[in-house]
């Protein structure tokens, strides 16, 4: 199962992250955010070891997703040494995701 990113472990798990992050934001009250889900959890079990994958549920982390400017869901942030390097908002079929977390590992 995908990463459970919060406000408190967010810094440890993403920003601290030596390898890639893919890091979805969502809320249970979004369709499309069910779209991605799944694709979001195949990923996670496809990269193991080679990336972090991990999901912010915005109503839960208001924090999180205020520092970095979410303002429509599903956002998808893509993550390297710490800083955001490339994001898909809106829902995207799962090569999108997967290009974009490629790219970074290059």
Same mark, same amino acid.
């Given at each position: 199962?995908?990463?459970?990113?919060?406000?408190?472990?967010?810094?440890?798990?993403?920003?601290?992250?030596?390898?890639?992050?893919?890091?979805?934001?969502?809320?249970?009250?979004?369709?499309?955010?069910?779209?991605?889900?799944?694709?979001?959890?195949?990923?996670?079990?496809?990269?193991? #070891?080679?990336?972090?994958?991990?999901? =912010?549920?915005?109503?839960? %982390?208001? &924090? *999180?997703?205020? +520092?970095? #400017?979410?303002?429509?869901?599903?956002? =998808?942030?893509?993550?390297? %040494?710490? &800083? *955001?390097?490339? +994001?898909?908002?809106?829902?995207?079929?799962?090569?999108?995701?997967?290009?974009?977390?490629?790219?970074?590992?290059?």
């Amino acid at each position: 199962m995908a990463i459970e990113l919060t406000d408190a472990n967010f810094e440890e798990q993403v920003l601290k992250s030596d390898k890639p992050v893919l890091v979805d934001f969502w809320a249970e009250w979004c369709g499309p955010c069910r779209m991605v889900g799944p694709v979001v959890e195949e990923l996670h079990n496809e990269y193991e #070891g080679k990336a972090i994958v991990g999901k =912010v549920n915005v109503d839960h %982390n208001p &924090e *999180v997703s205020a +520092k970095f #400017g979410i303002r429509n869901i599903p956002t =998808v942030l893509f993550f390297k %040494n710490g &800083e *955001v390097v490339d +994001k898909q908002v809106g829902a995207a079929p799962k090569s999108a995701y997967a290009s974009k977390l490629d790219a970074q590992m290059a």
